[in-house]
């Protein structure tokens, strides 16, 4: 009985062993068919393209060399299809030499060919396109609006992949060249032109290499021109230029300049006419101009005194506040990821200001603001910085902070747990305290300390916190 056991028992361990190799055979098999498969997959691809190529290149009617441009178009949309061609030799040749051609048609195709190469975000195929570069760069001077607009489209997306293409075409005149093309009539190409210098300023080497001969160049004034208000302002163009002046200002070249020429005024000028348009209309898309709008200004502002700004009437007045906040409401309805960047924006605005200060409060916006509170620390430690700028500005202006809903709001975010809200709730207290000692007696009445106690074993607050108390117990 036991003897018959063990012998079935060896039986079905060989019958497992016989399953294990016969599994690892057929997978072995399965690997060996999807190889060849994938070979006979890759050489069937370079055949097509091959034969595309061919047929583009010496087909018998231009019919028939345009048909094959536009199959290979298609291929090249696909990853795959772009990285076969690429590394077939003479392929790019090929198609230098059809995009050079003196077929309207055949360089229309081929143009559209580099365009879908350009797409890739792969830095070889890129640098692949870098022979067709130059032809690129010479047709931005044609008669064709249409061929224009899509070189330029084709450069925008190569230059933002590579550093060599971007080397290659800067002493090529790349910034002549669009300085030029930003003089077009037709909207296209001026939208064109915006892409393709806000992908060119987005360049790590922008700053030393790029930006200095921009400034130097006629583009800046023509940015800010059509970036003006008014019945010929473009939304699509704005939006462009708009990017690219934000990319000029992060790069701190020459800001001077900028302010100069009037960016300060073109900028608050747009924004008050956005805010008139944000009342008239539902538009979801007005976020896309109005966040580099706002940002650009924010990024001026912190590096010049408002009231400091020489002719900048448009900063001392109280109707760039008001418009500000109809763009606040905005973005509080349709796109509350925004409202950071207006709070940044009010926060400068107000932070060398006395009489945009003024202007919050007598357009009774501090009961607003205190609405935001609630929305995320980032807002709320936003807001609290607006209100400390306004604080500081001394006890005129404190006297109108308190008495009011200000009190009750800094008790709930003094409990908060998150460092920065409560941090800023101690600096708008402590100032609210030393300009407006009745402010801390109702804060103790409020039982004020007690809320303070919890973060007095804090080390990031503990010197704060101990002011604050001092403060609130002399007053």
Not at 77 to 99: A, C, D, P, Y
Not at 329 to 350: A, D, I, R
Not at 415 to 442: H, I, K, M, N, R
Request: glycine share 4%; aromatic share 4%; proline share 4%.
């Amino acid at each position: 009985m036991w003897s018959r056991r063990q012998s079935h028992l060896r039986r079905v361990a060989c019958g497992v062993e016989e399953l294990r190799c016969r599994r690892r055979e057929q997978e072995a098999a399965l690997r060996k068919a999807r190889r060849e498969q994938q070979l006979v997959s890759k050489r069937l691809l370079r055949e097509s393209i091959q034969q595309f190529l061919r047929l583009a290149q010496r087909g018998t009617d231009e019919k028939e060399r345009e048909k094959a441009l536009v199959s290979l178009r298609r291929g090249l949309q696909h990853l795959e299809t772009q990285q076969t061609f690429i590394w077939m030799e003479g392929s790019m040749r090929i198609l230098v030499g059809l995009l050079t051609c003196n077929r309207a048609l055949l360089q229309l195709e081929a143009a559209r060919c580099l365009h879908e190469l350009s797409h890739s975000e792969q830095s070889a195929v890129a640098e692949a396109c870098l022979p067709a570069t130059s032809y690129l760069l010479i047709y931005l001077s044609g008669h064709s609006s249409d061929f224009i607009e899509l070189c330029l489209y084709t450069l925008g997306n190569l230059i933002v992949e590579s550093e060599a293409v971007r080397r290659h075409l800067l002493p090529q005149g790349i910034v002549p060249a669009l300085a030029s093309c930003i003089q077009s009539p037709h909207v296209a190409v001026l939208e064109a032109v915006g892409y393709t210098l806000s992908q060119l300023l987005q360049a790590k080497e922008a700053p030393e290499k790029i930006i200095p001969h921009i400034l130097d160049s006629t583009l800046l004034q023509h940015m800010l021109q059509l970036m003006q208000p008014g019945p010929k302002l473009n939304p699509g163009v704005a939006v462009e230029f708009a990017w690219s002046l934000h990319y000029i200002i992060c790069s701190q070249v020459n800001n001077a300049l900028l302010i100069t020429h009037g960016a300060l005024s073109t900028l608050v000028l747009l924004l008050l006419d956005l805010a008139e348009v944000v009342q008239r209309t539902e538009d979801v898309g007005l976020e896309l101009l109005a966040c580099p709008v706002i940002r650009c200004l924010s990024n001026l502002l912190a590096e010049v005194a408002t009231e400091d700004v020489g002719g900048q009437m448009e900063l001392r007045d109280e109707r760039i506040v008001a418009a500000l906040f109809i763009l606040l409401e905005f973005f509080l309805q349709k796109q509350p990821s925004l409202l950071p960047e207006g709070l940044w924006l009010l926060n400068n605005l107000t932070a060398n200001s006395p009489t945009l200060c003024t202007s919050l409060l007598s357009l009774d916006l501090i009961e607003p603001l205190l609405q935001l509170l609630s929305l995320s620390n980032v807002v709320t430690v936003l807001v609290l910085t607006v209100l400390c700028n306004v604080a500081e500005k001394g006890p005129a202006y404190c006297q109108q902070l308190w008495p009011g809903p200000l009190l009750p709001c800094l008790l709930n975010t003094v409990a908060l747990s998150d460092t920065d809200v409560v941090g800023q709730s101690l600096e708008l207290l402590q100032l609210l305290f030393l300009y407006q000692p009745e402010a801390a007696q109702a804060f103790l009445q409020l039982s004020g300390l007690q809320a303070l106690e919890r973060h007095q074993e804090e080390v990031q607050l503990q010197d704060r916190v101990h002011a604050v108390q001092q403060t609130a117990l002399h007053c």
